[in-house]
């Protein structure tokens, strides 16, 4: 069944105009607060019994809304958002909310606001149309996904086995393709610890931290390959100018199209702990994400959501892609998930983030087709 739905763009613009304009750093969980507390008004708006999930490890709270549904305790649908970004606040000065031409432009717009937005349009359309979904819907929006969701992994993991199936809106593929599986990500700490001496008197006695840490960068940078990917984001280190650097830290990304690849990654990361020239190096591991290699349920998944994109006059790719989502865990743990079911556009992560605006309806006419046809007798 193709829901017969009034979508427009006009509509789906302003309501994430005001979600683009409430910037929403991870590191601040009040300004994060803010945008979960503008996602719950419009959601209990749309009908939806809306709960807040205290946040933990200083990070924001979690918004969970479960829609009405006469098989409530059915295992539903997930959609599965988050409401952080990587701009900082005040990135609106230089990145402000503007629609020039065929794009929009914004702070978090495609990373993955505009995607959140879509499926809020997708299921207000049904319920002005008088349809009923075949499984309950439940929306749960998280707010440290950047940073590798250290604080809800547990969360989402627990609700998503609730559930039959995840939608995922991050950013759509540049083919008009969906994400259908996810590369492995683990984050590392990195620390040097040196030591001080007088930088102009005396610099020959200290040992620089700084200096041992830009070392090890180019030799972490230098370990990648095809199949696994190095990269150091982070770097912080001394105190005055007039002291040899006793302490720098850093942080560190690997990234591998294959579990056992990143493992092997792993192994090399740690292996470069120790003490060399009188600076000790040490790494530790952090934040991991699990490769998300798609299964039988995953492209069941996909050929339906094919099947009805091609009815609504839109071919529809799939492939596995970098950049880790809360899909890796999902897919990872088996239930059947679809990721990369928002807008298409380009810049995320930059000064130059938008979406292509003919892209929000036809997604949201996507999405809306999903969550009518899931669990449909003979459709599942």
């Not at 979406?355 to 996507?366: D, F």
């Amino acid at each position: 069944m193709i829901p017969d739905l009034h979508v427009d763009a006009a509509s789906i613009l302003a309501t994430l105009r005001p979600w683009v304009e409430c910037e929403s750093p991870t590191h601040d969980a009040a300004a994060v607060n803010r945008m979960m507390g503008l996602a719950a008004r419009d959601l209990a708006v749309a009908g939806a019994a809306v709960e807040t999930i205290p946040g933990r490890m200083g990070l924001s709270d979690c918004v969970r809304a479960r829609f009405p549904h006469r098989h409530r305790d059915r295992p539903g649908i997930l959609v599965l958002g988050h409401l952080d970004t990587v701009h900082p606040v005040g990135t609106l000065a230089s990145l402000p909310w503007r629609i020039a031409g065929d794009r929009a432009y914004g702070p978090g717009i495609l990373d993955m606001k505009g995607g959140n937005v879509i499926a809020l349009a997708a299921i207000r359309a049904l319920v002005a149309s008088g349809i009923e979904t075949p499984l309950p819907v439940t929306f749960l929006f998280t707010g440290d996904e950047e940073v590798g969701s250290p604080s809800t992994r547990d969360l989402i993991e627990a609700e998503a086995a609730r559930h039959a199936f995840v939608l995922v809106p991050e950013p759509g593929q540049a083919d008009n393709g969906v994400v259908t599986g996810r590369y492995a990500i683990a984050r590392f700490d990195l620390e040097a610890v040196g030591r001080p001496s007088h930088a102009g008197a005396s610099p020959h006695e200290g040992r620089s931290a700084i200096r041992a840490m830009a070392r090890m960068i180019l030799a972490i940078d230098g370990m990648s390959d095809a199949d696994c990917t190095f990269s150091t984001g982070i770097v912080s280190g001394g105190q005055w100018v007039n002291c040899v650097p006793t302490l720098c830290r850093g942080q560190a990304l690997s990234m591998a199209k294959r579990q056992a690849d990143l493992d092997r990654g792993v192994e090399r990361m740690l292996a470069l702990s120790g003490e060399q020239d009188g600076v000790r190096f040490s790494v530790n591991r952090g934040v991991t994400r699990p490769v998300w290699e798609p299964d039988a349920g995953c492209m069941a998944l996909y050929d339906q959501a094919r099947r009805l994109s091609e009815a609504l006059g839109q071919p529809l790719s799939h492939r596995s892609a970098g950049g880790g989502s809360d899909g890796n865990f999902t897919g990872a743990n088996g239930i059947p998930t679809l990721d990369g079911l928002g807008p298409l556009g380009q810049g995320f992560h930059t000064l130059d983030e938008h979406v292509l605006i003919e892209t929000l309806p036809q997604r949201a006419r996507l999405f809306a087709a999903l969550l009518a046809n899931l669990g449909a007798a003979g459709r599942s």
